[in-house]
C-alpha cells in the first residue's frame, strides 16, 4: 500500500512551495534511524529506558563530545553539554532561565520568525540589531547596547535563517567583548553550522564558552531528522547549573532518552557523519541550481548574496515591492515562497523574500523560481 506523504504545511500536489524550510522526504534516512534504532535495542540494558541524570544520558553527551570535537576541530568535553529536545525547546528553556517577563532581547533583523513567538509566549520584548553581509552588524549593536539592557541577544551566526550569511570571526570574538562589558548573553542559534558546503564557517560560538557568556544551541534537525527532536545546549558550567535548577527538567530529566540512545548509535558508527556528507552534496548542488535559476529571471528584479551553507537565499527587491501581496498569486500558479515581513521585529522586510533550496530537487527549483518571475 501507498504511504500517504504529508507534514504539517505541506503543499496541495504539484505546487512547488519554495517557502518551506525542511528537508525532503528522500533525505530523511529511515534506514539509517532503523539500523541505529535496531542496534541499540539488540544491547539495551532495560534501565536505559528508565529516567536519566537530568543534564542527558551520558554515553550520548560523551559521544556528542566526540562528534563536535572532531566537527569543530576544538576539544569538546561531555560536561560543557545540555541535552534538549531540540533547539525551540532550548530557546523556551532559556527564555525561562535567564529572562523575566518585560525584559528585552536583542535580535536580528531580520530573525528566525518562530523564536519571536517563543519570545513572547514569555512576555519579552524586542530589538532588532541589523545583519549585514558580514553578519550582526557590531556598531548598531553598540549602539543599542547605549540605550538597552538586553537579558540576552539572540542571533543565528551561521547560515542564518533567512539571511543566508554568517557572521565573521571578527565580529563574533567583538560580541563576546560586548557581553562581558555590558553584562548580557548571547544564545547562540547554530542549528547550521555544520551544514557548509565550500567551506567551514568561522569558529561556532561553541568554542567561545569559557567567556562564561555563551549559551551554544544545537540540533540534529537539520543535520539529522526535526522528528528526533533532540539538540544540546553548549555552555559553561555556571550557566549549565542554571539550567539543571529549572523545574521542567528537574521533574522529567534527560530530555528525549530514546531519540539520543538512537543518534548515540548513529554518531558512533559513522553513519550520521556519512549522512552530512551526503546532505552537504545534495545541498550544494539545489543551492547552485537556485542561483543559476535567480540569475537567469530574478537579476533584474532583485539582489541577493549567494549563500555558502544553510538552507536559504534572501532577496531584496525595490523599496515599493510588498512580497506579501503575492502570496495568493503564488498559490495560483503553483508556487511559494515565504514573505520577508515576517522575520522582522519591527514591521520591515516587506520587499523580501526567503526562499529555501532544502526541500526540492534541482528541477523543481528551476521550475519554482520560473513559476515565481510570473508574478512580477
Ligand atoms: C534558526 C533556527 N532555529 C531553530 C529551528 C528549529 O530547530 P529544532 O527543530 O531543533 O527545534 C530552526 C528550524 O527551522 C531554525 O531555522
Not at 542559534?189 to 565550500?198: F, I, M, S
Not at 530529566?253 to 528525549?256: D, I, K, V
Not at 523599496?319 to 503575492?326: E, I, Y
Given at each position: 500500500m501507498n504511504k500517504v506523504v504529508t507534514f504539517d504545511g505541506a503543499p496541495p500536489p504539484g505546487t512547488i512551495n519554495l517557502g518551506l524550510g525542511q528537508p525532503s522526504a528522500e533525505l530523511l534516512p529511515i534506514d539509517l534511524v532503523q539500523s541505529a534504532s535496531n542496534a541499540f535495542l539488540a544491547s539495551?540494558?532495560?534501565?536505559?529506558?528508565n529516567y536519566g541524570p537530568i543534564a542527558g544520558d551520558p554515553g550520548f553527551l560523551d559521544s556528542l563530545a566526540g562528534f563536535l570535537s572532531n566537527s569543530y576541530n576544538t576539544p569538546v568535553t561531555a560536561a560543557e553539554l545540555f541535552e534538549t529536545s531540540g533547539s525551540s525547546q532550548a530557546l523556551d528553556l532559556v527564555s525561562t532561565m535567564f529572562a523575566r517577563p518585560g525584559d528585552t532581547v536583542f535580535v536580528e533583523e531580520?530573525?528566525?520568525?518562530l523564536a519571536f513567538q517563543v519570545f513572547r509566549d514569555h512576555h519579552l520584548n524586542f530589538v532588532g540589531i541589523p545583519i549585514d553581509e558580514d553578519g550582526l552588524n557590531v556598531t548598531a549593536l553598540r549602539e543599542a547596547l547605549g540605550k538597552h539592557k538586553p537579558a540576552f541577544l539572540y542571533t543565528?551566526?551561521?547560515?542564518?535563517?533567512?539571511?543566508?550569511q554568517s557572521t565573521s570571526a571578527a565580529r563574533r570574538r567583538e560580541i563576546v567583548e560586548l557581553a562581558a562589558e555590558y553584562d548580557f548573553l548571547i544564545v547562540a542559534?547554530?542549528?547550521?553550522?555544520?551544514?557548509?558546503?565550500?567551506a567551514e564557517p568561522p569558529p561556532a560560538y561553541g568554542t567561545m564558552t569559557a567567556s562564561e557568556r555563551v549559551l551554544s544551541l544545537g540540533s540534529?534537525?537539520?543535520?539529522?531528522?526535526?522528528?528526533?527532536?533532540l539538540g544540546w545546549i553548549q555552555s559553561s558550567s555556571s550557566l549549565l547549573q542554571r539550567i539543571l535548577a529549572n523545574g521542567f527538567v528537574n521533574s522529567g530529566?534527560?530530555?528525549?532518552r530514546i531519540s539520543a540512545h538512537i543518534v548515540q548509535q548513529a554518531m558512533d558508527d559513522g553513519t550520521l557523519a556519512a549522512h552530512i556528507d551526503v546532505l552537504k552534496r545534495t545541498y550544494r548542488r539545489q543551492l547552485e541550481a537556485m542561483h543559476d535559476a535567480l540569475l537567469e529571471h530574478f537579476s533584474d528584479l532583485a539582489t541577493w548574496t549567494k549563500p555558502v551553507g544553510g538552507f536559504f537565499f534572501w532577496l531584496t527587491f525595490a523599496?515599493?515591492?510588498?512580497?506579501?501581496?503575492?502570496r495568493d498569486l503564488a498559490r495560483d500558479r503553483e508556487t511559494g515562497f515565504q514573505g520577508g515581513?515576517?522575520?522582522s521585529s519591527q514591521d520591515g522586510l516587506h520587499n523580501s523574500m526567503r526562499l529555501c533550496f532544502?526541500?526540492?530537487d534541482e528541477d523543481d527549483i528551476r521550475e519554482g523560481i520560473r513559476r515565481l518571475r510570473t508574478l512580477f
Open positions: 539495551a540494558d532495560p534501565l536505559s529506558l531580520p530573525c528566525y520568525f543565528i551566526p551561521s547560515f542564518h535563517n533567512p539571511g543566508g542559534d547554530e542549528v547550521y553550522q555544520l551544514l557548509n558546503y565550500y540534529f534537525s537539520k543535520i539529522l531528522a526535526p522528528g528526533m527532536r530529566g534527560c530530555l528525549n523599496r515599493d515591492v510588498d512580497t506579501s501581496q503575492l515581513a515576517v522575520f532544502a526541500h526540492y
